[in-house]
C-alpha cells in the first residue's frame, strides 16, 4: 500500500540547533515529495516540493530537504531552528495520475526550547 | 489575495445529525480537494473535484458522506446521520492546475466537526 511513514512523533530542540524530521515512503515508483508545515490554528502551509531534477530542494524559511532514491527517504532539513519554527510538519507525497491526491504522513511535531 | 475560506470554523453536533461544511477555493482555482485530519494523524484524501464533477470520490468513509461544487467554485461536504467517529478537522484545499499536474495545493485552515 502506498503509504508515508514519519518515525518520529515528537522533536524538541534548542533554538539554534540544526534539525533533521525523518520521512520515508513506500512504493517503487518515484513519487512527487512535499513537506508541509501546520500551527495552530493555521492551515497547511507548502515548505517545499521535490517533482524531479536536482535531489537538494530548498524552499521557503530556510528549510532544505533532500531526495534520495536509494533509502526512499526525503528528510526535511534546517541549520539554525528559530523559537518560530514550533509546529506540526508533515511529509506527503503523490504517485502520480490524474487526481494528485496527497498521502500524508502522521506527521512530527518540533517543540523549541530556549 | 484571499486564500482557502471554511466556514463554519467550528461545528458541534449531536449524533444522528446532518451537517454541512463550506469550502471557498481560491478564485480561478479548477481543482478543489477535501481531506480528513483525526486527532494525531495526517490529513487523509477524501474527494477531488475537478470543475463541477468529483473526478476522484475514492477517499469517502461511506455513504453518508457527499460533496457537491455545483458552480465550480464553492464546495460544500455534507454529512448525514453524523456518528462520533466523524468528529475531526476537516480541510479544504485548492489548486490552479488540474489534477495530474502536481501544483501546489493550498489548504484553507479546516472546519472542526465535534459529533457528541
Known amino acids: 500500500a502506498q503509504s508515508v511513514t514519519q518515525p518520529d512523533i515528537h522533536i524538541t530542540v534548542s533554538e539554534g540547533a540544526s534539525l533533521e524530521l525523518r520521512c520515508n515512503y513506500s512504493?517503487?515508483?518515484?513519487?512527487?515529495l512535499f513537506w508541509y508545515v501546520q500551527s495552530p490554528g493555521q492551515g497547511l502551509q507548502l515548505l517545499l516540493k521535490?517533482?524531479?531534477?536536482?535531489?537538494l530542494v530548498q524552499g521557503i524559511k530556510g528549510f532544505e530537504a533532500e531526495f534520495k532514491r536509494s533509502q526512499s527517504s526525503f528528510n526535511l532539513r534546517k541549520p539554525s531552528v528559530h523559537w518560530s519554527d514550533a509546529a506540526e510538519y508533515f511529509c506527503?507525497?503523490?504517485?502520480?495520475?490524474?487526481?494528485?491526491?496527497?498521502?500524508f504522513g502522521t506527521g512530527t511535531l518540533l517543540a523549541v526550547q530556549p | 489575495g484571499a486564500g482557502v475560506s471554511q466556514t463554519p470554523s467550528n461545528k458541534v453536533t449531536e449524533k444522528g445529525k446532518y451537517v454541512e461544511l463550506r469550502c471557498d477555493p481560491i478564485?480561478?482555482?479548477?481543482?478543489l480537494y477535501w481531506y480528513r485530519q483525526s486527532l494525531g494523524q495526517g490529513p487523509e484524501f477524501l474527494i477531488y473535484?475537478?470543475?463541477?464533477?468529483?473526478?476522484?470520490d475514492s477517499g469517502l468513509p461511506n455513504d453518508r458522506f457527499f460533496a457537491v461544487r455545483p458552480e465550480g467554485s464553492v464546495s460544500t461536504l455534507k454529512i448525514q446521520r453524523t456518528e462520533r467517529g466523524d468528529s475531526a478537522v476537516y480541510l479544504c484545499?485548492?489548486?490552479?492546475?488540474?489534477?495530474?499536474?502536481?501544483?501546489?495545493?493550498?489548504f484553507g485552515p479546516g472546519t472542526r466537526l465535534t459529533v457528541l
Open positions: 484545499a485548492s489548486s490552479l492546475l488540474p489534477g495530474g499536474s502536481t501544483d501546489t495545493q493550498y
Open positions: 512504493y517503487g515508483a518515484t513519487p512527487y
Open positions: 521535490y517533482l524531479s531534477g536536482d535531489t
Open positions: 506527503a507525497v503523490v504517485y502520480g495520475g490524474a487526481t494528485n491526491k496527497l498521502i
Open positions: 478564485s480561478g482555482h479548477t481543482a
Open positions: 473535484f475537478q470543475g463541477t464533477g468529483a473526478a476522484d
